[in-house]
């Protein structure tokens, strides 16, 4: 069975800790937008789409113990709630896009005469819920077209070997996962010999995580420390990187999780296929480029302790960027729900 990273039922939201993870599993209640916001800013939960997701569901938990009958009271204090959420990280757009999309919801819901206070209620929150269901489909998608992209290029009934990075799987989305979730497909038609996840510095979702769910799913797997993706290019034959996205502005630029960029310039340099696998909601058309992405700094104490154990010399200066943006021209093809795009015809996508 698949891991469930997201508890939901009408009115009771429970996260798996992921700072307890792999040692412990335990879940945390999430009781409003409050709980909302400090579990996805202390990354008790962390990946693009699971943040945007457990972070309208917090709303939603709010709004089902919320007994205003104004509409235009509700209306603003979604908005506010909804503008706190998305600053409780900066770099994943997924969150920001959902809030805009509400926002627009609640105005039309609000404006709407024939619509009663309890039908606002109703239809917003239902709108939300639905975000579970249609996450979990999107990355079934992007599993299959993903799959089918990298065993393309490939003679007769070849196996592949996969490079990915950071976790994004069923703990970093509503369930199956984005580049873990092509992983997936790919071992579902048994065309997977091998995948290798790197340890993931400094906050290691790579060991701790993806591990985690490759050992979970009896995937064949190793675990890399960052350092040697040149090694391995070199001495085991990788078929293609795939990575996940935290924001891939409109020229296909793509932030995602610190290290991404040297893996795409080792992957140009050996000639192994780099895909970004992204649904639509992490894709910012309205950034022009990946320079104008914003890049979250997380605390030095992610680089110089290992859980309570301090590992680097006192008194060190640490720089510690969550994320770094690989340029679109080291991108082979980003994996999105509506098929695989070149990153110079990602608007394509959203067109379709
Ligand atoms: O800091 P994190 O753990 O939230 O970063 C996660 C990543 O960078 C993932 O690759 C990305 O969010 C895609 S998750 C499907």
């Known amino acids: 069975m698949s891991l469930e990273s997201i508890k939901y039922q009408r009115g009771t939201l429970e996260i798996l800790d992921q700072l307890l993870l792999p040692l412990q599993t335990r879940y945390v209640k999430v009781q409003g937008v409050e709980d909302g916001w400090k579990v996805i800013n202390k990354m008790q939960v962390r990946g693009a789409p699971a943040i945007a997701i457990v972070g309208c569901l917090s709303l ?24 706190y959420l998305v600053s409780a990280r900066p770099t994943a757009v997924n969150i920001k896009l959902a809030a805009e999309d509400l926002i627009n919801l609640a105005n039309t819901l609000s404006a709407d005469e024939n619509v009663s206070p309890s039908d606002f209620k109703e239809r917003f929150i239902s709108s939300i819920e639905g975000m579970l269901a249609k996450d979990i489909n999107d990355n079934k998608a992007i ?6 992209a990298i065993l393309k290029n490939l003679d007769g009934d070849g196996q592949v070997r996969i490079l990915t990075h950071c ?9 199956y996962g984005t580049a873990l979730g092509v992983i997936r497909a790919l071992n579902e038609v048994k065309r997977l010999e091998h995948v290798y996840c790197t340890e993931t510095r400094p ?6 995580l993806t591990a ?11 675990l890399i420390v960052d350092s040697m993706v040149s090694a391995l290019m070199h001495l085991r034959k990788i078929t293609a ?27 140009k340099h050996h000639g192994v296929p780099f895909y970004v696998a992204a649904p639509l909601t992490s894709i910012d058309l309205a950034l022009t480029s990946g320079d104008k992405i914003k890049i979250e700094e997380r605390p ?14 006192q008194g060190i200066n640490c720089w510690n960027p969550a994320f770094d943006v690989t340029p679109a021209s080291l991108i082979t093809g980003i994996i999105t729900e509506n098929g695989v795009f070149a990153p110079d015809r990602l608007k394509e996508s959203i067109l379709i």
């Open 212 to 222: 985690y769910e490759l050992v979970h799913e009896k995937i064949p797997s190793t």
């Open 60 to 83: 939603a938990i709010e709004l089902e113990k919320d007994n205003c009958i104004d509409k235009k009271v509700m209306r603003q204090e979604i908005e506010g709630k909804l503008n």
């Open 241 to 267: 990187v795939v990575v996940g996205a935290d924001r891939v502005a409109g020229n296909g630029d793509t932030a995602n999780k610190i290290g991404t960029y040297q893996i795409a310039i080792v992957a």
């Open 203 to 208: 906050y290691n979702q790579g060991a701790r």
């Open 167 to 175: 976790n994004t799987g069923s703990l970093a989305t509503a369930g």
């Open 300 to 313: 030095d104490r992610e680089m110089t302790h290992i859980g309570e154990h301090r590992i680097a010399a």
């Open 143 to 148: 599993g299959s077209f993903g799959r089918d």
